[in-house]
């Protein structure tokens, strides 16, 4: 069993953000850290318990197994996607597959080139080091890990004043595992220095009600098969959402005096939450409606759409567009966003609408909004 340790299990003298940062900076996906995401619980630990992304678990598994062949650890590894599919517990995975400690951080809390000395003079030979959002790094902070992922050495400085100067410390052979959002945003440096690059995709309705499935059980509201699918074609393809959604409707299910979550169950339970058949939320609704309301359906850039809907940019690109556009509801044009004939269908608007569409709203009450 690989052992975990969180960034603020170290040292308290080494001044650095209060562990609530990485669910603030990570959007509003993790506005709420579940308490499963913090040791065992309903976070997968093996590759069997890891459902779905096949190709990529297939990949991964012989990556490991020719690491600990050769008794070295595994190669640096970026795992990119959208937040809540799994990258952190693939990085935990793999860190119990190699018989290593994790050190968990993320890219703003490691402030300084102090802060990411500290993490990296604490890791023993074939650890790993985990940093989440690593995109988010400062550049100077980057360039230290540059040396460190190529030459296995950090510059640390000694002295003061006039005096001050820096020295090499050879560190431990270790593993990097870096998580973001979209390669993108890495600068290319940091993104050539890694030798695995891998992408997690949003998860499919079958794989999603399989989670359900298990993590209902975990919860002690077991889901039938019909229930579990439920929630899960209303997930919007992202585990962390299932999960949500499954102890949400458990709740609403528990208190009807159910004690098993069944279709009907999840239904109501979802259209009192605010997630709709088609499994958008109040936010989803919202960016298609001001596309069609203020744009006439678009093409519209993103920076506009963002600033229309008072949103950050990056959770509209990271969170709600990649499910949008997955779903078919959303088209990405050269000339920007574009709502589909499926989603003016699906807002009952039918054809692109003028200045003043008809609207009725469809699914959910309009009254529970789940931040997601
Ligand atoms: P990310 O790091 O990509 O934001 P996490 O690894 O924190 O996402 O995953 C969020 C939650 O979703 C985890 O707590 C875990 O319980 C669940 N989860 C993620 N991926 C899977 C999976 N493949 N199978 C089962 N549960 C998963």
């Known amino acids: ?29 993790s506005a709420e850290l579940e308490p499963d995401d913090r040791g065992p619980g309903l976070r997968p630990t093996t590759f069997d318990e890891y459902v779905g992304q096949t ?8 990556f490991v197994q020719a690491a600990r062949e050769r008794s070295e650890p595994l190669d640096h590894t970026l795992l990119h996607g959208p937040p809540g599919l799994g990258k952190t517990t693939m990085a935990q995975i793999l860190a119990h597959e190699l018989q290593v400690t994790i050190h968990l951080t993320s890219g703003p809390a490691v402030e300084h080139k102090g802060v990411l000395a500290g993490h990296l003079t604490a890791l023993s030979a074939g650890d790993v080091l985990f940093i989440d959002e690593i995109h988010r790094l400062s550049p100077t902070v980057e360039e230290s890990l540059y040396s460190a992922m ?28 870096g998580a973001t959002t979209r390669t993108a945003l890495l600068s290319a440096p940091l993104r050539e220095r890694f030798q695995i690059v891998e992408g997690i995709e949003l998860y499919t309705d079958d794989e ?10 975990i919860l002690g509201m077991p889901a039938t098969e019909s229930g579990a699918l439920e929630i899960g074609r209303r997930s919007r393809g992202t585990p962390r959402i299932a999960n949500r959604l499954t102890r949400r409707v458990r709740d609403f299910a528990q208190v009807r005096g159910r004690t098993a979550i069944d279709r009907p169950d ?44 008072g949103e950050p ?11 949008l556009l997955q779903r078919g509801f959303l088209a990405r044009t050269p000339r ?7 989603a003016l269908e699906h807002l009952e ?8 569409p008809r609207r009725k709203r469809r699914g959910g009450d309009g009254q529970g909004q789940l931040d997601l």
Do not use: C, N
């Open 150 to 177: 190529e030459d296995g050495r950090i510059d640390l400085p000694v002295g003061e004043g006039t005096r001050a100067r820096t020295m090499p410390f050879s560190l431990a052979p270790f593993t990097l595992i």
């Open 208 to 217: 999603l009600a399989q989670i359900v499935t298990r993590t209902s059980k």
């Open 55 to 62: 190709a990529l678990k297939h990949k991964l598994q012989i």
């Open 313 to 323: 940019r990056d959770t509209l690109e990271d969170v709600y567009e990649p499910f």
């Open 266 to 309: 999840a239904e109501h339970a979802l259209a009192q939450l605010g997630v709709d058949p088609q499994g958008l939320d109040a936010t989803d609704r919202r960016i298609l409606e001001a596309i069609v309301e203020v744009y006439e359906g678009g093409p519209v850039g993103i920076e506009a759409l963002a600033a229309t809907l």
């Open 349 to 356: 608007l039918g054809d692109k609408p003028t200045q003043t």
């Open 336 to 342: 920007g966003r574009q709502v589909t004939r499926k």
């Open 1 to 29: 069993m690989a052992r975990v340790r969180h960034e603020d299990d170290d040292d308290k003298s080494t001044p650095r953000r209060p562990s609530a940062s990485r669910t603030e900076d990570r959007g509003v996906l």
